[in-house]
């Protein structure tokens, strides 16, 4: 009787254990979806950031720049 008691026991410990991680795998599995989401977020925001529809009207209003009509002529000097 002893034996089965104790059984029992660690059975109950055993089960109460396990729920409390499936209880931390449910919260991190919910953190780690709120994370890929706010990474996501954040690309999008560099895609934009880094995208010329932003970056020349910036430079031509606030930089007082100009967008060449021509593309750059490159120029190789021969060492000789």
Known sequence: MFFV?????LLVINVRNVNQMLVEKRLMEKNLE???NQNAQLYSKIV???SAQRIIPYAENNLNMILPNDAPKIIIKSNE
């Open 48 to 50: 934009y950031l880094e």
């Open 34 to 36: 709120k994370i890929k």
């Open 5 to 9: 008691s104790l059984f029992l026991i």
